[in-house]
């Protein structure tokens, strides 16, 4: 069996060295025809920009892709060089009329972003021609040895029941030199995706005829993304089911953030992009899918017809009226830990690192004042943006319309949501983002923490102060400190997991929604000691 | 304002000093020689297993103690001069009191074996045992066996330690089957089972006769009463029961007799020494209770208890029904009110037993045979509220009352599989009786007594 399990993790380890070392392969040009019609295609118009370009990459040489997107990214800089000189002369001058006329030379966008288009347009190697081939080198040899490591746990945990055995003793799972290696791999995947596309164009070809399939037009590296995030959280939900076999609500709960990100996150989008519709994940609420009202997806989804209607309504019924109605019945549980995709990466690839969330209070003060910032930080984004969409302006209370959306997608979107909240995985556990970053969680956590059913209720005087269930809590809470009180936890930042209970050795913890009136019980002395002295204690 | 010494840091120790500092401005100090922060004892094993790292088994930061103006002292006691209220440290320290409250908590026992002391014999109970273990048994490698002898709570614990990295364990148990002493048979017998299936050599019926060195004074195997076998191993664990932790008070003028002996407020025969948690014993039995209980919750509500005394409003230790719960390798179990085992219980107590025909999940109530009173449950693998049995047995209910509503009393995770409808029916079978399963009610279960 641990030759099985071993075995395994070597054939993982050569899928992901395949997979990353394909970066580094094929090369990249474009015939000038290709050009010309690439050129004419974006409708730029400066002359410098097509004779820049020619030079850079209509060439024999074999351009590895960052050599490729170098020279791209400079070709795009000396155009938009020459003529932001040419704008400072005129300007000068205070020719204004000429000074106009350059603007439409320039050209906008992220230099990465401008060379990823070409780039996947210029590749051409080996990846690109047996996709089929690489696919199972890299995402096929990966899913294989994930499994072989995996599925031997079956017999290797041994019965049925919590198996934490080691957690704190190996490498990986203690902030080992492993998990550091995790932490910087995951951190510069982010880095590639988020900020040097281009670099990763070989991955979109991988899965070109995947894409292909589903939506009917070639993969970008948000499809790269999304069908990665799927992989992982199949295999990784392979390992939740093994792991809490015996425990039927983390069971019935990995199957339901399986189902909602592989059915509503990933493949819904993609068949309505294949029939002309805007791509739309149905349970991604606002404000976590914070650019639901940017101008761009206001007009798309107006112009997309009766389909951009509806999506118009339920994006906004999902966000004030199912979310909240929901969480009074079950708790934000019902979309953090049972359908959301963030939530569902967290609980499945990120399980192994969930006891590495701070339970100091200092952490939950620090918990406290980030999350709710971003909730604002979100809403007023949202008002800036609806304001000068239907006014018209460029800016709202003096702040720029495009200015606070861009900074909160650099800042919120791709630092806090990806780069660290999936990244630190290893180190800061796996519920980063969705503790002290997500402004739905925010929202919905208020909603819980005032007006809400669900609880988890201590068992009477049961506890015995083992820590388990605080050392276990993803969301850094320290349940013991309520437990060892008698007291139930009612905790806005509570996703409902369930793990505190189930690692629980004593069986004190159960999440249960129930009537709201003594939901949050203070209590000073626990059950056992006679009835007088409680009454006692409990009423001064 | 007084100066109030606690001696232990234990549960017992540190719940008297929270609810002395919730209630007054006193002077407190806690004495301890085994760690300066309190941890929770019954989590030692985690540490060893990698569950936790030993901060996680303290239930308050660092700064708490400073906060709440809890003087940390460590050292270890030598002598309570009770004459002179001090304290004198084992390093010649001294250390004055008004009050002094005893919270020492137990030592594991040790019977006499010869070889009992040698190098690689341990309990585990104290910390300090913990880093022992760590030395002695910290992979197969170095350690190929261990011996475990006795078979109670604390023997099932450090085996399930042990076999979390592959030791080979043998376990030596007094009794003909696990812990029969406190559980019926058919309890017992199931954990019989599920030790086997953690590939725990279980040796029930079998005593030690003695532990036997190599040259260098390091144990090498143990020799077994009964069969006078040899058994070689690198580390054999101690896990006879406990007693409490009180030999440096012998010399005082404290009456003690198996624990430090006090009266229903927690105080000793000395005035102004009282005696919480473990260490204590009580003078009479309270109900069916030991005067001796190494029980968390009990050390936790004597120090709930004495607090209110020590606060000026004289309280009687009036524990409410018994209640209690352990974890036999993968299967909890929680007890509430009495259930004996046969051979402990008495002429009127009757058994209704189910267990699942797969699965280890079983329980046994314990009721009245004429009154059918209901007296006490035990559960295997099935988690019940503890609440709703306290509220039962306040209002003595009969054992149909508690079948009737069991639903009610379920705490298993969302999801589980309920086995009232099978635990009813088998009850109807056996006593003619048609009780009818009500559904779960929140607005029972939620309402207070």
């Known amino acids: 069996m641990k030759i099985i399990k071993y075995t ?533 | 304002m007084k100066h109030i010494v606690i001696i232990g840091n234990g549960i017992s120790g540190v719940t008297a000093a929270r609810h002395i500092r919730k209630n007054s401005d006193h002077k407190i100090t806690i004495v301890s020689a085994e760690t300066k922060y309190f941890f929770s004892r019954t989590a030692l094993m985690y540490i060893y297993m990698g569950h936790m790292k030993f901060e996680h088994t303290q239930p308050y930061e660092n700064w708490f103690w400073d906060k709440n103006k809890i003087n940390l002292k460590e050292g270890y006691v030598g002598k309570i001069n009770t004459d002179d209220k001090v304290l004198k440290f084992s390093n010649g320290e001294h250390l004055s009191y008004d009050k002094l409250i005893i919270a020492t908590g137990s030592k594991p026992n040790k019977f006499g074996w010869p070889g009992q002391d040698l190098d690689g014999v341990m309990g585990m109970y104290h910390k300090q045992d913990l880093e022992k273990l760590e030395k002695y048994a910290p992979d197969n490698k170095t350690c190929k066996r261990a011996i475990i002898v006795g078979g109670g709570l604390i023997g099932i614990e450090l085996a399930e330690m042990l076999r979390s990295r592959n030791i080979s364990v043998t376990f030596l148990v007094r009794e003909s089957s696990f812990w029969n002493g406190v559980l019926p048979a058919q309890e017992s017998e199931m954990i019989n089972e599920h030790i086997k299936e953690h590939h725990i050599d279980l040796r029930l019926s079998t005593n030690l006769k003695e532990i036997k060195a190599d040259e260098n004074g390091r144990v090498k195997s143990v020799i077994i009463e009964e069969t006078e076998e040899e058994i070689f191993c690198d580390v054999v664990g101690l896990t006879a029961g406990v007693s409490p932790n009180i030999d440096f008070i012998k010399n005082s003028q404290i009456e003690t007799k198996r624990g430090v002996l006090v009266n229903r407020f927690l105080e000793t025969n000395i005035s102004d020494v009282y005696a919480i948690g473990d260490c204590a014993e009580q003078q009479e039995a309270i109900g069916q209770r030991r005067n001796v209980e190494a029980v968390w919750y009990t050390g936790r509500m004597m120090g709930e208890t004495l607090a209110q005394t020590i606060c000026g409003n004289k309280t009687e230790y009036k524990p409410g029904h018994w209640f209690n719960s352990a974890k036999f390798l993968d299967i909890e179990y929680q007890t509430y009110g009495w259930v004996f085992s046969e051979r402990n219980k008495k002429e009127n107590e009757q058994y209704f037993q189910w267990r699942h025909p797969k699965d280890y999940k079983c329980i046994t109530i314990s009721f009245d045979k004429d009154s059918h009173q209901f007296l006490g449950i035990n559960t295997f693998g099935i988690r019940m509220r503890h609440e709703i049995f306290d509220r039962w047995l306040t209002q003595n209910q009969s054992v149909e009352y508690v079948l009737e509503y069991l639903a009610d009393a379920n705490f298993d995770p969302e999801f589980y599989k309920l086995h009232e409808a099978e635990i009813v029916a088998k009850f109807n079978k056996e006593n003619n009786t048609n009780i009818q399963l009500k559904k779960k009610s929140w607005k029972r279960i939620f309402s207070k007594v």
């Open chain 1, 8 to 540: 395994g993790l070597v054939i993982f380890l050569i899928g992901l060295a395949i997979f990353t070392g394909t970066i580094f392969t094929g090369s990249f040009s474009l015939t000038q025809s290709e050009l010309d019609t690439y050129i004419q295609e974006k409708g730029y118009k400066s002359n410098v920009i097509k004779e820049q370009l020619q030079k850079a990459v209509v060439t024999d040489e074999s351009l590895n892709i960052f050599e490729f997107s170098s020279r791209v990214r400079k070709a795009f800089e000396t155009s938009n060089n020459y003529y932001d000189n040419l704008i400072a002369k005129y300007d000068a001058e205070k020719n204004w009329s000429k000074k106009g006329e350059q603007y439409q030379y320039k050209i906008y966008g992220k230099p990465h972003t401008l060379s990823y288009e070409l780039a996947k347009k210029a590749g051409s190697g080996f990846v690109k021609e047996n996709a089929g081939l690489v696919w199972f080198l890299t995402f096929g040899l990966g899913i294989i040895g994930a499994l072989l490591f995996i599925l031997p746990n079956l017999i290797l945990l041994g019965k049925p029941g919590i198996k934490n055995d080691g957690i704190y003793l190996e490498s990986a799972t203690n902030r080992g030199w492993i998990a550091w290696l995790v932490l910087i791999y995951l951190v510069t995947f982010y880095l590639v995706l988020y900020f040097m596309a281009d670099y990763a164009v070989n991955w979109t070809y991988i899965l070109d005829p995947i894409s292909n399939f589903l939506n009917g037009g070639n993969a970008s590296q948000w499809f790269v993304y999304g069908f990665l995030y799927c992989t992982i959280m199949l295999v990784m939900g392979v390992r939740m089911y093994i792991k809490y076999r015996h425990n039927k609500y983390q069971i019935v709960r990995t199957s339901s953030v399986l189902f909602f990100q592989i059915v509503f996150a990933f493949l819904i989008p993609e068949i309505m992009t294949s029939l002309n519709m805007p791509g739309y994940d149905f349970k991604n609420a606002f404000p976590l899918d914070y650019d639901f009202f940017f101008e761009w997806n206001l007009d798309s989804l107006r112009n997309s017809g009766g389909i951009g209607i509806f999506i118009l309504v339920w994006g906004v019924i999902l966000t004030i009226v199912i979310v909240p109605i929901m969480v009074y019945f079950f708790g934000k549980r019902w979309y953090c830990s049972w359908v959301c995709g963030c939530g569902g990466l967290a609980e499945t690839l990120g399980d192994p690192y969930r006891q590495h969330s701070n339970k100091s209070l200092n952490a939950w003060k620090l918990e406290r004042w980030l999350i709710h910032s971003v909730l604002v930080f979100s809403l007023v984004m949202t008002i800036v943006t609806l304001y000068c969409y239907f006014s018209g302006t460029e800016s709202f209370i003096g702040i720029k319309s495009q200015w606070i959306k861009d900074t909160y997608s650099f800042l919120i979107g791709a630092w806090f949501a990806g780069v660290i909240g999936t990244g630190f995985y290893p180190i800061f556990g796996n519920r980063v983002w969705c503790r002290f970053g997500c402004p739905l969680a925010a929202y919905l956590g208020l909603v819980q923490r005032f007006k809400s059913r669900f609880r988890i209720t201590t068992n009477g005087g049961q506890c015995i102060s083992c820590g388990n269930c605080s050392t276990y809590c993803e969301q850094g809470i320290d349940v013991r400190a309520y437990a060892q009180k008698g007291e139930n936890i009612v905790r806005s930042s509570c996703v409902g997991c369930g793990i505190c209970s189930a690692v629980c050795p004593r069986g004190v913890l159960k999440l249960e929604n129930g009537p709201e009136e003594g939901r949050i019980n203070p209590t000073e002395v626990l059950l056992g000691n006679n009835v007088d002295l409680m009454q006692l204690i409990n009423k001064k």
